[in-house]
């Protein structure tokens, strides 16, 4: 963001600064103008007024003069005693009202005695001390005019007197004549020039004692203004007729602009001159001006304050909106980076659909280049892959305004396809118009190839690429479905691979998969493109046959698979032939919907392969019933323990070389108050199956422990032989149980016989060879089970611990008759003897076969011959019986 351009605002505020200085400065030259006009206009008003007042007193003091003359000259020569009859007080009282503003006319005689006057009451009075007698006197001169300082009168009045001195004999003073100046006059005078109610006018003696001022005078009737530095003062010192002062007024006592004037007298002459001031206070004179200063000073900062706070308004504003541009331009800039360089492909078109941007993505996704791009139609990506109702959809979608989104699949320049997922959003401009589409683009064809592949994993196997058991849930549902429709038949096949662990135990895994793919391969061929072959897991597959109309059908495609199976497979060095168990359910005989026939050609299959494998089986009630009976026997066994339905039994084990028991086989029974006694061949692969065996084990082996703990304490000394199953010997906690359960009955290990199925230790030689050599370091031994059946490797055999091989009771049985079972028992002793191991014949029930085995060189032997399997309690008089020499019992 970049910062407020604050030179720009301090140029304003500097305008503005001069515009206020300017402004002051004419404020301040109008209000100075003002004031001086308003000084020079009040002089010249105060001067008029002085003038005119001393004017007036000139005047007054002329003709006042004149009178004074003539009663002078009338007097002249005359007696004092004798002047009253010349000035009589009628004829003064004439001349009193001749002349306005004198009120007394007086004549003293030399001595100071007043000898006529208008005012008769004075007349006798003696003046001699007085001012206005004495100056004259002291002075004489008949020429001068005295102009007496202000006096208060006998009469308590105040007056200033106008003085001729009356010459004498000889030159001798002779008296005066005095006119009394009537202040009450002047006062009148004074207030008739006074213009305003602040003025104040007065009229002074030379001397500076104020003789009359207005308004309001009396109080200060004779007061001396002509202390140094006064305005009088001044006046008098300048010795201009005029002057005109600001300052305080003695007079007022307060400051004033006062016009100052002496009344000139051109003649007579005057001892004192006559002073007039006309004055205004300074405050009332400036008060209209000092109202303007206040308004123009108000309207001036008022101006000065509006237009800077508009100012800053306007900058703050202006900041604000430079901010906001600013980071608008900011955001912008970061957006169209981020555009830019998105890692969504972006286009703009105009409204017409033209490109006008194109970023970066676009271009790599695309393979079209910024310059090819623009100017063009979207179009130029468009793919006949795209339905155009897709298209139709977009464009109706957001030419009303709203964004589209979805998948497309397009074509990039070099002409391949693509998939991406776009979403397109209207542009609009400042009218709600739509201006622009903007198109953000991303490519999703590693995800849909992704999508594709999971898909693909979801519902094909991997290994042989057919469909698996999901695919073949949805198939039949719609398989089921066409039937229905078309009201024909169809059919579920399970295929079981008989032998196919023996494959891969013996062969390895890599073998298994290839015989797997092999089988695929079959199965596909053989099949109408119209049917379907499903791989279900491990060695099972699964065959949809549509379109059955007979059993028979079905089973030609069961008899080709079968038969097609049972080729032979290369596998590496081998050649390989295994079978086939397969299991047929039929709709709609033997299922309506998909679990049932499931569950039927499940069951189906189980039968087959308890036919004795290679062969199919169709599904009918019987085996559901079957099926039913193995559910509800699976349900039981798995209480058997916690119902203690189960029983050891014991059969002995004679040797041949002695005839004596020495030991005994524990075989375990299942007395099920529900299905009576079952055989161990029956519940023991269904406890395998779902590993109860591995608790049921323990239980055999735990009480066949304690069994033979107590048949030791009873004296009678025999080895215990217990049978372990396949899923007990692969259990990781197989060597801990087994000690747990010695130490717990205190049995010896030594005592101890495992019996093991061969199978159980070929399927993991190298493991099955450590546990084994654990249980001996035991101590226990190991016998081989069913020896010879299976599929025993002798350069296995060779490394295993193994104590005792058994023979298998199918060999004993024709022993007598068949000379191959008389070889293999033959071989298995002559192995067990090179190998330093005991043989065991088992299913003894002949004296023949028990000759025989004697011959060939067996050690023991077990057999109803000498004992079936029997509880407990029955042994130890079966082995006394045995013992004494009694074979059959
Ligand atoms: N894992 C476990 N397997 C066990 C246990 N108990 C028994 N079994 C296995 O069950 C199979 C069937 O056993 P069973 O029905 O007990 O049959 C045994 C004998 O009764 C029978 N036998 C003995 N002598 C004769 C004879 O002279 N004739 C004849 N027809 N049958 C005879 O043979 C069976 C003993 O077989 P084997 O164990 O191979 O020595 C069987 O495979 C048992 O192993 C158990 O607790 N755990």
Redesign the pocket.
Known sequence: MSAPPNNTFLKQWGVLGIAFFLLGGAVVHNLYKGYRDTEAIEQQRLKTQARVVAENISNSIGATDRVLLTLRSGLRGVPPQRWSAIATTSSLKQLESLIPGVRTFLGVDSAGRIRFSNRPELVGTSVVYRDYFRIPREASGDDILFVAPPFQTVLGSWGMNLVRIIPGQDGAFGGIVAATLDPDHFTALLGSINYSGDMVSAIIHGDGLLFTMAPEWKELAGKNLALPGTLFSRHRASGAVENLYHGLFRATGDERMVALRTAVVDEPKTDKPIIVAASRSDASIFSGWRAHLRNQTLVLFSIILVSSYLLARYQQSKRVQLQQTAAANAKLRKLTHGIENSASAVMITDKNGTIEYVNRKFCQLTGYGIDEAVGQNPRILKSEATPREVFDNLWRTILSGSEWRGELLNRRKNGELYWSIASISPLRDDQGEITHFIANVEDINDRKNAEATIEHLAYYDPLTDLPNRRMLQDRLEIALKRSRRQGSGMALLYLDLDGFKHVNDNLGHPAGDRLLKEMATRYTSLLRDDDLVCRMGGDEFAVILHDVHHDEDAVVVAHRLLEQTAQPVQLDDSEVVVTASIGIALFPKNGDDTRTLEKNADIALYHAKGEGKNTFSFFDEELNSASRNRIALEQRLRQVLEKNELL??Y?PKISLATGKVTGV?????WNSPEFGMV???RF?PL??ETRM?IP??EW??ET?CRQQVLWQEQGLSLTM?????SV?FKSPTLIERITAILDKTGMLAEQLEL?L?ESALVEKPNEATWILEQLRSLGCGIAI??FGTGYSSLAYLKNFPVTVL?I??TF??DLAHDSGDRAIAQSVVALANNLDMQT?A????QQEQLAILRELGCAFV????YS??VPADELPAIVHTITAGDESL
């Open positions: 050891v039994l059969q086989e524990a075989l375990v029974r055989s161990p061949l023991i406890a395998e065996i049921i084990g055999v082996l066949a032989a217990v049978n372990l199953s007990q019996e199925t089970d069913d058994k298998d009771r004993v049985r065991v088992e299913g003894v029930e077990q057999g109803f011959i079936r399997p």
